[in-house]
């Protein structure tokens, strides 16, 4: 029912291009008998010629008829161009022959003449005419032949629909030109410009009507669509790119009829705003400050009507959404409540990393599932989210490529627990205590309070060195004595030094015996056993006591000596080369 009044809406706009009252032939411009002498033989041969060119314009007009029933039948493309551009140019022709009437109507400059002139291009006007009431029944024909073809047959059907929109745009156009030609001879043409007025806003506001319908069927089709299973949805996209290409026909013929209401000086903001709409483009249409100022305007109504319209359902799903994701916020603290008190057990026996990790993924866990299902509820479709997570997490994996390596050899950190926070390490380059781990990285500080934040990747792809992962600790230590001093003496005072010490441990044993005859001194190793956190006050403390013990005992500490014997010279004459620190010097 509404095609056929769409099919009514535009027969009768396009019939109404033809003014009942012009297609009556207009009676003979009779030449006045007070012609002068002179000018009587031009204005004769013009009234030849005006007769000659009438006859023209009836056969052109029926020749025209003739083609254009040839053209509205034929199926072939290359033929259909062919008789099109032969229709456009008889009529071409013809105006051009009225257009040299016209110069020498004008060149004659005298009543008569300019009334043959007038009586001319009032003809010309109603041949126009009858060929845009001609153009708009086959206009009306090939849109219901559209809707009865098949959808390999359609797309030829919307070519003649395009070239039918050309011609008769080129029709209108061509009107509007012989009115302005008639103002131009100080004509009153006031009644035929509101004609042409009226016909140009009704075929705009046809089009109006035909855009919107088409629009609102495509957004019924693209909406359809969703409700499918994939499997299903061949058939209506096929429809949806159809009824695509008959909008955007549609726009593109709007545009144009937009160009010749503005040539006209008509009101063109309401179309314009309709091609921004429809399109989403404001470059579509035909843009000044009138028509920026109408999207605007139509924009904030649109806007407001849909507020009004929308408000309750609006601040319902936004109560909504508040309420679920307060819900989801206080279970992922007691989430993480619970999960801290699990893994901070004394049975779990974990890592502050892991307790760390365990804690935070478990609340962001439940806040996720929470966030989706809140958006869930409150009507959002989460396929395309779902499907936008996913294309950006493959995005994301080849910009952090290093950011995810670092984070995989976090999780083999926190798996394998190498060290902890608070241990003493040696790892990526840099020794000192571990202050604070993540998935990422890992704070270091240096024993001079440097601090170093350590890629994971680092850590893990070199040695690892953990000074504090055990209770107790071994300190190693190395003393020398002179060769003239007694052994069994030393090992006397170091013993007594190791065991006088309140932070040495008696089991495991210490461990007191001479290693090493050097090339200077007779080396001791001295290994008492302490508890991890003693290690650097046992390491100091029994460094200094032997230095002080020695020096009381008369146990000399030596220092690199080296002595050269010089043939040809007496013993007396050898000479001594004592090496302190890096400076040597001879002494005799």
Not at 84 to 111: C, G, M
Not at 509 to 514: A, F, G, Q
Not at 522 to 545: A, C, G
Not at 562 to 571: P, T
Request: net charge negative; glycine share 6%; charged share 25%.
């Amino acid at each position: 029912m509404f095609r056929k009044v769409l099919w009514l809406l535009l027969s009768f706009s396009f019939h109404s291009l033809a003014d009942p009252t012009a297609t009556q032939d207009a009676s003979p411009v009779a030449v006045s008998q007070e012609v002068s002498q002179e000018a009587a033989p031009m204005v004769n041969g013009l009234v030849a010629e005006h007769a000659m060119i009438k006859n023209d314009v009836e056969a052109v007009s029926q020749r025209v008829d003739q083609l254009e029933t040839r053209w509205k039948n034929t199926t072939s493309e290359m033929n259909r161009d062919l008789i099109q551009q032969q229709a456009v140019a008889d009529i071409r022709n013809t105006s051009r022959r009225i257009d040299k009437f016209l110069e020498q109507a004008r060149a004659a400059n005298t009543p008569e003449a300019l009334a043959l002139a007038e009586d001319l291009v009032k003809d010309e006007i109603r041949f126009i005419e009858t060929r845009l009431a001609s153009a708009s029944t086959d206009l009306s024909n090939l849109f219901a032949q559209y809707e009865k073809t098949s959808a390999d047959e359609q797309l030829l059907v919307l070519f003649n629909i395009n070239d039918f929109y050309a011609y008769i745009n080129w029709l209108i156009s061509e009107r509007a030109a012989n009115i302005k030609l008639l103002e131009g001879w100080q004509i009153d043409t006031t009644a035929e410009r509101q004609q042409l007025n009226r016909e140009i806003t009704n075929y705009a506001d046809f089009m109006t009507s035909y855009l919107r319908n088409n629009t609102r069927i495509r957004e019924l089709l693209e909406n359809e669509i969703n409700t499918l299973p994939a499997d299903a949805r061949t058939a209506m996209e096929t429809r949806v790119a159809t009824q695509n290409r008959l909008v955007q026909s549609a726009v593109n013929n709007l545009r144009e009829v937009v160009v010749l209401m503005t040539e006209q000086g008509l009101p063109v903001d309401h179309y314009n705003e309709l091609i921004f709409k429809t399109t989403g483009n404001l470059a579509e249409a035909v843009v000044d400050f009138g028509t920026m100022k109408t999207v605007v305007i139509g924009f904030f109504e649109d806007l407001m009507d849909w507020i009004k319209s929308n408000i309750g359902g609006l601040i319902s799903r936004l109560l909504l959404f508040a309420v679920l994701m307060g819900g989801a916020v206080l279970i992922a603290r007691l989430v993480r409540r619970v999960i801290a008190r699990a893994v901070t057990h004394k049975r779990a026996k974990l890592s502050t990393l892991v307790q760390d990790f365990f804690v935070k993924i478990g609340g962001n866990i439940v806040l996720l599932f929470g966030l989706l299902f809140a958006l869930a509820q409150v009507g959002l479709d989460l396929t395309p989210v779902l499907t936008g997570l996913g294309v950006a997490g493959i995005v994301i994996g080849f910009a952090l490529q290093d950011t995810l390596s670092n984070f995989a050899s976090g999780m083999m950190i926190l798996i394998y627990r190498p060290f902890d926070v608070g241990d003493f390490v040696e790892a990526g380059g840099v020794a000192g205590k571990v202050g604070k781990m993540s998935l990422v990285n890992t704070t270091i500080r240096t024993f001079d309070n440097q601090v170093f934040l350590v890629p994971n990747a680092k850590i893990w792809g070199e040695t690892i060195k953990n000074l504090t992962s055990e209770r107790l600790r071994r300190v190693d230590m190395v003393f020398g004595v002179s060769y003239g001093d007694d052994v069994v003496k030393v090992e006397e005072i170091l013993r007594d030094i190791v065991t006088s010490h309140p932070k040495v441990l008696n089991n495991p044993e210490h461990m007191i015996r001479v290693q090493l005859l050097n090339e200077s001194s007779v080396d001791f190793i001295v290994r008492p056993w302490v508890k991890t956190e003693d290690y650097w006050d046992v390491y100091w403390d029994i460094t200094r006591e032997v230095k002080i013990r020695f020096d009381c005992e008369g146990i000399t500490i030596p220092f690199p000596q080296r002595e050269l014997h010089i043939h040809g010279q007496s013993a007396s004459d050898r000479v001594t080369i004592e090496r302190i620190g890096s400076k040597e010097q001879a002494v005799t």
